[in-house]
């Protein structure tokens, strides 16, 4: 789980509550992932309020700048992208050793691919010096979370099948344009360039107007396997945020 959850945990009480005179109590999953659940709906706000001109209505600004894209991969390029990344971890760990830093954390393969198309839609929008600090905050926001089939039904952690993810992204006011032609070029590009089976894309809405998703509920839909994983850790990498990501 990526380090940044830490202060969600504390923030939200997601620690075990240990008391002398009660015993042990440990938040269920639903509880969890409601957690995630309010904190991704908090940041979209939060987002929205920073980009946002003051006579933009929070509905129309929805409909116009986000978007829900979900990732399914195929197996067999997931497998050799893993061998090939296994093999890097251990040359970074092993530089790193001779040179006595750090180990660097290294995504998943299926994160690495949604990294990628973070990166390349980010350089679309605001050129090649997008990662420069003065343009991060022109960069979309990205919740990217992880899934897999049947957690609707899950009790616990059961086998993995299908792992997927979903992902919510909002844009400033004149990306909209860019995103979607660089998102159609992935698409058309997909089979050379990256480890996907297929990329969805919806449009969100905050009020569900003309069957659109609203944001709520993709928040709690995008949220669920996170309170399951948490308990029972099946998946190491489930959660990542952008722009806060920076390498």
């Given at each position: 789980m990526?380090?940044?959850?830490?202060?969600?945990?504390?923030s939200?009480?997601?620690?075990?509550?240990?008391?002398?005179?009660?015993?042990?109590?440990s938040?269920?999953?639903?509880a969890?992932?409601?957690?995630?659940?309010?904190?991704?709906?908090?940041?979209?706000?939060?987002?929205l309020d920073?980009?946002?001109?003051?006579?933009?209505?929070?509905?129309?600004?929805?409909?116009?700048?986000?978007?829900?894209v979900?990732?399914?991969?195929?197996?067999?390029?997931?497998a050799?992208?893993?061998?090939?990344?296994?093999?890097?971890?251990?040359t970074?760990v092993?530089?790193?050793?001779?040179?006595?830093?750090?180990?660097?954390?290294?995504?998943s393969a299926?994160?690495?691919?949604v990294?990628?198309?973070?990166?390349?839609?980010?350089?679309?929008?605001?050129?090649?010096?997008?990662?420069?600090?003065?343009r991060?905050?022109?960069?979309p926001?990205?919740?990217?979370a992880?899934?897999?089939?049947?957690?609707?039904?899950?009790?616990?952690?059961?086998?993995?099948?299908?792992?997927?993810?979903?992902?919510?992204?909002?844009?400033?006011?004149?990306?909209?344009?860019?995103?979607?032609?660089?998102?159609?070029?992935?698409?058309?590009?997909?089979?050379?360039?990256?480890d996907?089976d297929?990329?969805?894309?919806?449009?969100?809405?905050?009020?569900?107007r003309?069957?659109?998703?609203?944001?709520?509920?993709?928040?709690?839909?995008s949220?669920?396997?996170?309170?399951?994983?948490?308990?029972?850790?099946?998946?190491?990498?489930?959660?990542?945020?952008?722009?806060?990501?920076?390498?």
């Amino acid at each position: 789980m990526p380090s940044f959850t830490l202060p969600l945990m504390l923030s939200v009480g997601l620690y075990i509550i240990m008391s002398k005179n009660r015993p042990i109590h440990s938040p269920s999953s639903k509880a969890i992932a409601r957690s995630y659940s309010d904190w991704f709906e908090t940041t979209i706000e939060s987002f929205l309020d920073r980009n946002r001109l003051p006579f933009q209505p929070y509905d129309a600004y929805v409909e116009a700048n986000a978007f829900f894209v979900t990732f399914t991969f195929d197996k067999r390029k997931l497998a050799r992208r893993k061998s090939r990344l296994s093999v890097s971890e251990a040359t970074i760990v092993t530089v790193q050793r001779e040179l006595g830093g750090s180990k660097r954390r290294q995504l998943s393969a299926e994160f690495d691919n949604v990294d990628r198309v973070y990166k390349e839609v980010c350089q679309a929008l605001l050129g090649s010096n997008f990662h420069r600090p003065s343009r991060r905050k022109f960069q979309p926001l990205m919740i990217a979370a992880a899934d897999v089939n049947g957690t609707r039904y899950w009790k616990s952690c059961g086998p993995i099948e299908n792992f997927h993810i979903h992902s919510i992204w909002v844009f400033g006011n004149g990306q909209r344009g860019a995103f979607r032609q660089k998102i159609d070029e992935i698409c058309n590009d997909v089979d050379d360039r990256y480890d996907f089976d297929e990329i969805n894309v919806c449009g969100v809405s905050k009020t569900d107007r003309n069957r659109k998703i609203d944001v709520g509920k993709l928040s709690s839909y995008s949220s669920k396997f996170l309170g399951f994983n948490t308990i029972d850790l099946s998946v190491p990498d489930d959660l990542e945020i952008y722009p806060q990501r920076q390498s």
